[in-house]
């Protein structure tokens, strides 16, 4: 049996052995949903890491570094410095309003019910772009170990995928994500260790290296970031992204109350920048290390297995097969984490938010509910894997940055005004969601990425391939332009706040009462819903 074979099978297994342990003790919607609402802000800031540490951060930004040097750092500084505005701007005030869903916030403050739905269409389909991202990663990660076809591997992965959340729901899922957040920051220090290593553990002279090979250019702005405009543009959808993305903004309701939820942050500030700060050494190492080794390129010059792969080949020349192979064992371990993190949050946005609360206006069945979030777990699943085969030549750091437009253009201007600006109307709201998500959408398809790379124009109709800079002004704009001309605003968001005797409350859920955790997953105390 090879290495790859021993950790793939290894970490399936205990996935699979976490996943049967939270199954027996997901009994109610408030477990299944927020794991109870019980999690310390220490395991949440581990599992939030592990939700946003994806396969575009291990293995698509590595490749960047790669292929394109300093343009990377963009991606990485983007992304975290969206961290420090999420701690400030929403962490306190979603996690007092004890909801399951963003679509939940909004519907504390509007009664509109096309408000509900343009909140679950914009999570839907942020959660699926996303969910296209991870599958690329594991359909080139197995085809390259295993030799499997680009459809047999994501469909194996989907599979875990639907086991894993349709059993165990958030309780599963954090617990996956806490042990694949600390395996990942393992496996970057063992990474970074060696390539430094192989410079006498100095970086300057790897960086002399960097420079003398790429000729200085790996080391300045790249043909991706050639125009200002651009540039600026991405780095703000990374920013305010993460402040959309619904799989993160759902671990806000995990935590028992405000400061919890804001030490989360904390916590997960501080392994993506130790990640990030890694990434730089073993991008860097890829590029010097393994662009020139002529054993881990094709005929044509190509690297083996696309530029996603760099991180395996740099394992494989620094610590042999088995050192591949753990890499190549987390990498997959992080797919799935984050898929099921998506998936979590795709099935909520359709069983609870779109079933439960608007279609049958919060008189669902709770056993219908919990039984269509498995089912919608499946269906996103198929739809992802249809999709992510349009889009599996793309280095999956890039689609990860057209993801976050859409976040940042469509979730993040209506959540921020409904907790912060008491003018915003129902009409404003949905003027805002509405016009972000189009504008992000449109301006995608029509850019270089989409009309010219994959549809075959000549040219594009929008210049330029990140859109944030024009759709997230646009969405604040619509969402303002109608509140002001609509005289009937909505309710103030401090009369859904709860008074501070009830703060650590939950909302009233179905079934037996929920149950606090422990990490490793051993001691439940029981807890009293309201």
């Known amino acids: 049996m090879s290495p790859a074979t021993v950790f793939f099978l290894l970490f399936i297994a205990a996935s699979l052995l976490l996943t049967r342990r939270a199954a027996r003790l997901t009994r109610s919607a ?246 990030f700060l890694l990434n730089i050494i073993i991008g860097y190492g890829a590029l010097v290390l393994v662009g020139p080794a002529a054993p881990f390129h094709d005929a044509a010059g190509k690297l083996l297995g696309g530029g996603n792969m760099a991180a395996l080949h740099l394992a494989s020349l620094l610590g042999g097969p088995w050192l591949q192979a753990l890499i190549a064992g987390v990498a997959f371990a992080t797919i799935l984490a984050v898929l099921a993190g998506l998936a979590m949050a795709g099935a909520s946005a359709i069983s609870h938010d779109l079933y439960a609360l608007w279609l049958c206006r919060g008189q669902a069945d709770p056993q219908r509910e919990w039984q269509l979030s498995r089912l919608a777990t499946l269906l996103l699943g198929v739809a992802a894997v249809l999709l992510s085969t349009l889009f599996q030549n793309l280095n999956i750091a890039f689609l990860v940055g057209l993801a976050f437009a859409i976040a940042a253009s469509s979730n993040f201007p209506v959540l921020l005004l409904t907790l912060h600006w008491r003018g915003l109307s129902a009409r404003g709201a949905l003027a805002g969601g509405c016009c972000g998500m189009l504008a992000a959408l449109g301006l995608i398809i029509t850019g270089p990425t989409v009309w010219v790379g994959m549809l075959g124009h000549a040219r594009p109709l929008f210049p330029y391939a990140n859109p944030a800079l024009f759709s997230v002004p646009l969405a604040f704009a619509a969402a303002w332009l109608a509140s002001v001309l609509d005289k009937t605003p909505g309710r103030s968001i401090d009369a859904a706040l709860p008074r501070a005797d009830t703060a650590k409350q939950r909302p009233s859920s179905s079934g037996p009462a929920s149950q606090q955790t422990d990490w490793p997953p051993a001691q439940h105390r029981n807890r009293k819903t309201t």
């Open 30 to 275: 408030d477990d299944f949903y927020t794991a109870g609402g019980q999690l310390p802000a220490w395991q949440n800031g581990l599992a939030l890491a592990g939700d946003f540490l994806s396969a575009a951060a291990f293995l698509g930004s590595i490749g960047m570094y790669l292929g394109q040097g300093y343009d990377s750092l963009v991606y990485a500084v983007g992304t975290l410095a969206g961290w420090p505005l999420l701690m400030l701007l929403l962490a306190d005030k979603l996690r007092a309003l004890g909801r399951y869903s963003v679509a939940e916030v909004l519907a504390s403050r509007f009664d509109a019910r096309s408000v509900r739905l343009m909140s679950i269409i914009s999570s839907l389909t942020i959660t699926l772009f996303y969910l296209i991202v991870q599958l690329v990663g594991a359909g080139k990660l197995l085809q390259l170990l295993f030799g499997l076809p680009y459809l047999a591997a994501i469909g194996l992965v989907v599979g875990l995928m639907v086991l894993q959340v349709g059993l165990g729901g958030m309780l599963a899922t954090s617990w996956i994500q806490m042990t694949k957040a600390a395996l990942m920051l393992l496996c970057a220090l063992l990474l970074a260790g060696g390539v430094l290593q192989r410079f006498g553990y100095s970086a300057p002279a790897l960086f002399a290296q960097v420079d003398q090979l790429s000729h200085g250019q790996a080391l300045l702005p790249g043909k991706s970031l050639s125009d200002p405009l651009d540039a600026l543009s991405l780095g703000l959808g990374l920013s305010l992204g993460l402040l959309g993305l619904p799989h993160i903004l759902l671990r806000f309701f995990t935590v028992a109350d405000g400061r919890a939820a804001r030490r989360s942050v904390g916590w997960a500030t501080g392994i993506v920048g130790l990640f």
